[in-house]
């Protein structure tokens, strides 16, 4: 009995700044013959697994075949380190392989994700209720990908389930992880606007994100202030530029 796919996709944002440290880990290394060296970068992209096995040795035999890797791997309940502390695999300097090659990246097209991301397995049996995800699993998974943003507070990165990468082959990490609960564990940093009235919170965060008008900084959107007819007329050509058919490349 298998789970059904969770097919998520999110785009984070910047760090809000201070530091996060990466989760207690020992090192478990993947054979050298199974990651080489990452072909292009940045490294922008978090994917999320799970192992479909039940412990973390039953994981790391795979990678004695020199066919698959993983950066992280996030101990299972019943083994002795979970609680305690996580295993690295392959530096973040490498190229784990963890997604296949002929796979393309939703932004760009790109292949060899590999090459721009970070895996991280979670051992789970992949048999629903019957092996739930525990809540230390979800946490340090967190606590990894704010570890990333914390260490690149310039990137906004990508996290993307293994299922939604490459949705004809893989159901990982299976509904049964709590995305919700994930994601409210990412500190999103998204910047409060201090000078927007409640009644037009929505629509001016639309119009940010749409790149229609843009905020005086940070905390600032200027939202009471007049707008002069030269600035209307910049933000009405954006929106006309926005709404046309787009063309290929
Ligand atoms: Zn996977």
């Excluded at 996580?86 to 796979?103: F, L, P």
């Excluded at 209307?232 to 787009?246: E, Q, S, T, Y």
Aim: net charge negative.
């Amino acid at each position: 009995m298998g789970v059904g796919a969770l097919r998520k996709f999110e785009h984070l944002p910047k760090w809000p700044g201070g530091e996060a440290l990466a989760p207690t880990h020992r090192w478990w290394a993947a054979p050298d013959n199974s990651f080489n060296n990452r072909a292009y970068g940045p490294m922008d992209t978090i994917v999320i697994h799970a192992t479909a096995g039940h412990n973390s040795s039953g994981a790391m035999s795979v990678t004695q075949s020199g066919n698959a890797s993983w950066h992280w791997l996030m101990p299972d309940e019943d083994e002795s380190p979970h609680g305690d502390h996580v295993w690295r695999c392959v530096a973040d300097e490498k190229k784990a392989w963890h997604v296949r090659k002929q796979v393309k990246f939703p932004i760009d097209n790109k292949r060899d994700i590999n090459s721009r991301s970070v895996g991280i397995e979670i051992v789970n049996a992949q048999i629903g209720e019957g092996d739930p995800f525990s809540q230390w699993q979800v946490a340090v998974t967190a606590q990894t990908v704010n570890y990333y943003r914390s260490k690149h507070p310039d990137r906004r990165f990508y996290l993307a389930t293994h299922s939604f990468l490459d949705p004809e082959r893989r159901n990982d990490p299976g509904n049964i992880f709590d995305w919700q609960r994930f994601m409210s564990l990412l500190e999103t940093g998204e910047p409060e606007l201090v000078d927007v009235d409640d009644y037009a919170a929505d629509a001016v965060s639309w119009v940010k994100e749409q790149g229609l008008m843009t905020g005086v900084s940070e905390q600032l959107f200027g939202g009471r202030d007049p707008v002069k007819r030269q600035d209307l007329a910049i933000i009405l050509k954006r929106l006309h530029d926005g709404l046309k058919p787009a063309d290929e490349g």
